[in-house]
């Protein structure tokens, strides 16, 4: 993917082709990833999400996409954008409209009920609140989380060690549970 990326870059539509290709296929699994877990019935569907994502990945022409590991961080932040779109927009057809919660991968911070079940909103303030001391851990959560990037990956996209990735995506995990299932005060 990396090396049609640059051929399109240099200008070779033969290439752009199959990259169009590859990141659809791309998008399909990560989104896919992203909405096991919604309850059956859900109004964005895997399909829906990744044409999404697609359209707004269409300015990508206006920037320089490095390798593939960039265009995934760059595809799982837009689909954390589409899915707090859409939970936003079903609560405002409801007041206080049903929860849309998300699954947090590979929780392991003393659950014993199982995966931690999120509201997508409630995880968006969060990595809002998180992003403002700890900017890096953020983007490890958005890379892993929302574009499917393994530890590998995410290390490549942000110039980092595997090691410190791991270290980072550990601290994230505990900070968002803790922060995600803190009670408020009076209950």
């Known amino acids: 993917m990396t090396s049609l990326l640059h051929a399109w ?20 699994r990560v989104a896919r990833a992203r909405l096991r877990t919604e309850p059956a019935g ?5 399909t829906a999400l990744v044409h999404e994502a697609y359209l707004r990945l269409a300015d990508i022409n206006e920037m320089t996409l490095r390798n ?3 265009l995934l961080a760059l595809s799982g932040r837009l689909m954390r954008q589409i899915l707090v779109d859409h939970a936003r927009r079903q609560r405002t057809r409801k007041r206080g409209g049903r929860v849309v919660p998300l699954t947090l991968d590979d ?3 003393s659950i014993a009920s199982g995966p931690l079940r999120i509201d ?3 995880l968006n303030e969060a990595l809002d609140e998180l992003s403002s001391f700890a900017p890096r851990l953020c983007k490890v959560v958005e890379l892993k989380f929302f574009g499917g990037l393994n530890t590998a990956e995410t ?5 980092i060690s595997s090691a410190t990735v791991e270290r980072d995506w550990t601290v994230a995990k505990a900070w968002l549970h803790q922060r995600l299932t803190a009670q408020p005060v009076g209950q």
């Open 107 to 109: 929780v392991d911070v």
């Open 68 to 70: 593939r590991a960039h």
């Open 155 to 159: 290390a490549k996209a942000l110039e």
């Open 9 to 28: 870059q240099a200008g070779d539509d033969a290439a752009l082709d199959c990259l169009v290709a590859l990141v659809y296929d791309e998008l399909r």
């Open 120 to 122: 997508v909103l409630a």
């Open 42 to 46: 859900h109004l964005l569907q895997t």
